[in-house]
């Protein structure tokens, strides 16, 4: 079937639904941006890191979307002896789950290394990282922004999903907002975007210059829960599986995206 963004988004619920599993606000907050990055930006030679694992079934539905993932295998998700579970697996499914995820803070400093080591080597492409904004709060994640800005890694790509919220608050209450001022004073190049425009996101990554000697980061503005009323904003998203009322309230709002 041709992809669409609201079949993702179908898929996406009937998946998780079925599952009764939580997570739900970061898969949808950051399921545009996997979309932008594996339908309309990633090319031969380009590798992706999805940082934060926690949104592993929004990665495994754009995977299976893509045709990387087989549907027998997807259906297996979240089950006994499964090899695709709630986290990010350490699984080389074609490639295309480099590293396990999950503990947040690691995603950059592998992107980096992956990164580095493709600049040694002289090997063409790209690696995309994407990570959370409560993941900034992990000390490794600067000491491997600065060591990707040190060593001019302008192939590695970060998007940052900014949703505002992290898992026992919003981000400006915790630790604080993550902002462009902080990874430009890294040495980064930095943009921002409507991370829940496709559009945007990948007309935002197309203004990177390929003659740069930084990395650059992407601060995607989102919304935890996006798309879903009874979720938007809140940190219950982050925990609460779907009843079936509200399991069949977002199959109504997803057909019109």
């Not at 993932?69 to 006994?80: E, G, I, M, P, R």
């Not at 935890?224 to 940190?235: A, D, H, P």
């Amino acid at each position: 079937m041709k992809y669409t963004r609201s079949t993702i988004y179908r898929d996406f619920l009937s998946l998780v639904y079925t599952r009764k599993i939580g997570h739900i606000g970061s898969c949808l907050s950051v399921l545009d941006i996997l979309l932008a990055i594996y339908f309309h930006l990633k090319k031969r030679g380009d590798r992706v890191l999805l940082s934060k694992g926690h949104a592993a079934p929004a990665l495994y539905i754009v995977l299976a979307a893509n045709g990387v993932l087989s549907k027998q295998l997807l259906a297996t998700f979240h089950a006994n002896g499964t090899t695709l579970p709630m986290h990010i697996p350490h699984a080389f499914i074609k490639n295309e789950i480099p590293f396990a995820s999950g503990s947040l803070g690691h995603g950059l400093s592998l992107s980096a290394g992956m990164a580095h080591a493709n600049k040694l080597q002289k090997r063409k492409g790209n690696i995309y990282c994407i990570m959370s904004d409560g993941e900034c709060n992990e000390g490794q994640v600067w000491e491997a922004a600065a060591y990707a800005a040190q060593n001019a890694l302008n192939n590695l790509i970060v998007f940052i999903d900014v949703n505002h919220i992290q898992a026992f608050g919003k981000t400006k209450d915790v630790l604080g907002e993550v902002t462009a001022e902080k990874w430009y004073a890294f040495g980064w190049n930095t943009y921002e975007c409507n991370g829940h425009s496709i559009k945007d996101i990948v007309k935002t990554t197309q203004k990177i210059k390929s003659s740069s000697d930084k990395p650059t980061v992407i601060l995607c503005d989102t919304i935890k829960g996006f798309n879903l009323s009874f979720f938007e904003n809140t940190i219950e998203s982050h925990y609460l599986p779907l009843t079936e009322k509200q399991y069949l309230q977002g199959l109504k709002k997803v057909k019109s995206l």
